[in-house]
């Protein structure tokens, strides 16, 4: 993604409850929830990837083993 997420949120976020009812209905709300959704979806996936790694390894190197 060539922007960074946080600051696309940062232009979103309103102090302003009156403004919020107005994000529902727009169209660049929608997708950049989209895009928020997309980015942690990787982030899991990357977290997951490791955590599968660290247990392969520990069990070819029975690092930890069970008894």
């Known amino acids: 993604m060539g922007q960074d997420v946080a600051k696309m949120v940062e232009e979103y976020l ?12 727009n169209i660049q709300w929608r997708r950049l929830l989209l895009l928020l ?3 942690i979806l990787i982030e899991l996936r ?4 490791r955590v599968l790694e660290r247990k392969e390894v520990e069990e070819i190197t029975d690092v930890n083993p069970r008894n």
């Open 37 to 39: 959704l997309r980015e």
């Open 46 to 49: 990357k977290s997951d990837t």
């Open 14 to 25: 309103s102090e302003d409850p009156t403004k919020w009812g107005k994000l529902a209905s």
